[in-house]
């Protein structure tokens, strides 16, 4: 509130950021706004620029930054009185005077501000680089809370959780911290809170930084959503929720390991109550407290029923819902492979993974057709399962978790696989299934038709469309990462350098090898033409360089090679560095002082991405902390 908050969050609570004539809207209505314009004006000494007009001609600018908080009451008002009493001083100043002046007060103070918030974060963010502190104060972008709660209410039992007067009822009411996907698109209402997004960026900007309470509600209210064995993708304050992605649980269950081996006490959170808000399928949505179970027994349901195999349609599905979708695209179904110990779902008219646009042009007639369905068995589903049972097998052993297993059908006849024999069947069957050997002689290669680069890991296995399973993707380092011991270090090694050579960007992982047919390297969501491939940004996983998978594969790099030879460990040092070098350079250039969503070919700017993204902020955080 003080620093960041977009335009939307502002117009949310029915304010905006500060317009300034012949210059358009700031970035963000706190400080930050301010100062990100300022910094381009005091290396210049650029006084003709809009905001030293706009500061000379009126006082505007500075009621509004004193006005904006006192309105908020609290502590923020109290800041906001010492605004209004520092500025009143600067009001007596010849007008000539003031944005010189108007400039050190706000340095100063945001310097104490930044000081502040620093001194509350973890040791790792309080000693560590500049760049780790501007990667800090950029998780504030993304935590927050609005007019109107985005996450679903607590257990009313549990301890630790904020609570506010409504503006309207005056009656008290939950006021957790949601994580936004991105800035500015993702910044508001229903479309705040993604759980893809949010269980991908939690462990770098709130685990590494020190907010695990803050971890611990999303975790939980998430939880309170389960519903098909499924967390939402769009949340949705989970009355609205779309159960339509098949990896978000897979993230949920990710960051619930983390939470559990990184924060003290951390395993704890097993117990704590989760007030369900649909506990069974086709429950009505029930008021807090009426239904409650302790975390482990919602994560083992979540586990049991992709072992059982689940079949569903959306609710509300049709083109009220989503214009883009056809009418098969509404069905959804996954389930496990106890042979294999693969999960697998989806079909070609649905994307249940991050690869997830659906074309929506008719002129193209791409509408309804995904571009990326990822059918089968998406490779990072695989590995966040693998670590998943690999960690609950070993919790059971200490009683940590109660449950051992779970029961499924295997030839017809009910039986129950322990989480400890799921673990060995994926990684008896991972690795002479998805590794891609180049040899037309592989007795394991169903398709050797279809290999066009050797030495990698199917980005799939088992698609509807064979040749997909081939395709060079950046996700396969993600299961690295988390489920490294499925992985022969050489083959491992191999497979990043073809990554290296061909999907390597400046800030990002190109999402298509650009030997690719179909690859596109520029994102413009604005061209509508006869190009199936590109209209109304089809090409938006086809080739343009996304922020976040780059985390992994930096990560990637540096276990295996740690684990190959000492030299190749320090030389990937160097290259980690040296790749994070245009991060730091983009983060203290940006006016948002984040990191983009994606960048489009050879680190060009796409004008179509988020420009400051919570995952791409987080992956960079864990790399920093991991090195």
Known sequence: MLLYRC?????????????????????????????????????????????????????????????????????????????????????MLPRYLIPCYFDALLIGAYSVIVQATLDRMSSFVQNGSTFVKQLGMASIQMCGIGRFPALPQLSPSLKGVPYRLNYITNEKEQCCPSL????????????????????????????????????????????????????????????????????????????????????ENGVDIL???????????????????????????????????????????????????????????????????????????????????????????????????????????????????????????????TSSFPYTGVKGQLKGKEVFITYEEWDKKIQDNFEKSFFVSGDPNDPNEKYPNFVHKKNIYKDTYGATSPWCDYQLRPNFPITMVVAPELFTPEKAWKALKVVEDHLLGPLGLKTLDPDDQVYCGFYDNSIDNGNFNIAKGYNYHQGPEWLWPLGYFLRAKLHFSKMI??????DTKYLVKHVLSHHYDHLSKSPWKGLPELTNENGAHCPFSCETQAWSIAVVLDVLYEL
């Open 565 to 570: 030879e000492e030299k190749l460990y320090e």
């Open 271 to 397: 117990k704590c109550a989760v007030s369900r808000l649909y506990p069974t399928d086709n429950s009505p949505a029930l008021a807090p407290g009426t239904v409650e179970q302790p975390l482990y027994e919602v994560m083992q349901e979540a586990l049991q029923r992709h072992v059982e195999g689940v079949e569903y349609r959306e609710r509300n599905a049709g083109p009220h819902m989503d214009t883009r979708m056809r009418d098969e695209g509404f069905n959804v179904s996954f389930g496990v492979d106890l042979e294999t110990g693969f999960v697998f779902g989806g079909h070609r008219y649905n994307c249940g993974t991050w690869m997830d646009n659906m074309g929506e042009s008719d002129m193209a007639q791409n509408r309804g057709v995904p571009a990326t369905p990822r059918d089968g068995s998406a490779v990072e589903i695989i590995g966040l399962c693998k670590s998943t049972v690999r960690w609950l097998a070993n919790l059971s052993k």
């Open 180 to 263: 936004a996907a991105g800035l500015p698109h993702f910044a508001a209402g229903l479309f705040r809170c993604w759980g893809r997004d949010t269980f991908i960026s939690l462990k770098g900007l709130l685990l590494v930084t020190g907010r695990a309470p803050e971890a611990r509600n999303i975790i939980l209210s998430f939880a309170s959503t389960l519903r098909h064995g499924l967390i939402p993708n769009l949340l949705g304050h989970g009355i609205y929720a779309r159960y339509n992605c098949r990896d978000a649980v897979w993230w949920w269950l990710q960051c619930i390991q983390d939470f559990c081996t990184s924060v």
């Open 7 to 91: 335009d939307f969050e502002e117009q949310e609570d029915g304010g905006g950021c500060y317009n300034i004539s012949n210059f358009g809207p700031l970035k963000y209505a706190g400080l930050q706004g301010f100062l990100s314009v300022l910094a381009d004006i005091r290396p210049k000494n650029d006084l003709g620029h809009p905001l030293c007009e706009n500061l000379r001609d009126g006082d505007w600018m500075m009621d509004f930054i004193s006005n904006r908080l006192i309105a908020r009451g609290g502590a923020l008002e109290v800041v906001g009185k010492w605004f209004d009493a520092m500025f009143s001083y600067l009001k």
